[in-house]
């Protein structure tokens, strides 16, 4: 019992901390993002590299994605 006091001290500390380094990022136009935007995004940049292994010799670094035109 002694110890579960000092446990949610700490606890709570963090979660102040977490709290204030959250506003911070929004304050500066950062926004958590969620696992689906974010699985979209590697699924991306897979099929962009997969593009470019096959046969994209000398790449510019333009994006390589053949539906580039159609995310926007």
Do not use: C, Q, T
Request: hydrophobic share 40%.
């Amino acid at each position: 019992m002694i110890l579960l006091v000092p446990a949610a001290l700490v606890l709570l500390g963090f979660l102040a901390y977490s709290v204030l380094i959250d506003r911070r990022a929004r304050h500066r136009g950062s926004r958590n993002r969620d696992s689906r935007s974010m699985e979209i995004d590697a699924r991306e940049v897979r099929r962009d590299l997969r593009a470019w292994k096959r046969g994209a010799v000398g790449n510019s670094g333009e994006d390589l994605s053949w539906m580039s035109h159609r995310r926007r």
